[in-house]
């Protein structure tokens, strides 16, 4: 059996199912930890800590960098300007969401990423 996610091969009995998919426990455990944007409880608990200390890492400060200097950018566009997957910039974009540093909004049909201050249009 292979894993539905990664493709590697794991026994009947280490699989797990998630998402109408039976995958391996690393992939599993990937799923059950994907990060939530939209969480009032992570807003607040990040702002608070923000007021005492702000520590980002290099990777969000390059984010945040490069969300500065070239405005709204969609996803694939950010992963490869930064070489980076989707799921690290996903965590890492999470975290300067919950700081309310970064947004992510529609513009026309697509979904972009910007500054939190800036108005591409509804927040998303």
């Not at 493709?7 to 939530?36: F, H, Q, T, W």
């Not at 607040?44 to 969300?67: C, F, G, I, N, V």
């Not at 950018?73 to 999470?94: K, M, P, Q, R, V």
Request: aromatic letters at 6%; proline letters at 4%.
């Amino acid at each position: 059996m292979q894993c539905e996610k990664c493709g590697n091969v794991i026994g009947p009995e280490d699989a797990y199912e998630r998402a109408g998919k039976r995958v391996c426990e690393d992939c599993y455990l990937e799923m059950m930890s994907e990060p939530r944007l939209c969480d009032p409880w992570a807003v607040y608990a990040a702002k608070k800590s923000a007021e005492h200390h702000m520590t980002l890492t290099p990777l969000q400060e390059r984010l945040l960098s490069l969300l500065k200097e070239k405005g709204a950018l969609g996803e694939g566009e950010i992963c490869e300007t930064l070489g980076i997957s989707a799921d690290e910039f996903l965590s890492n974009f999470a975290t300067l969401r919950h700081m309310e540093l970064a947004r992510a909004c529609k513009k026309e049909d697509r979904v972009v990423f910007t500054l939190f201050g800036e108005q591409e249009g509804p927040s998303a």
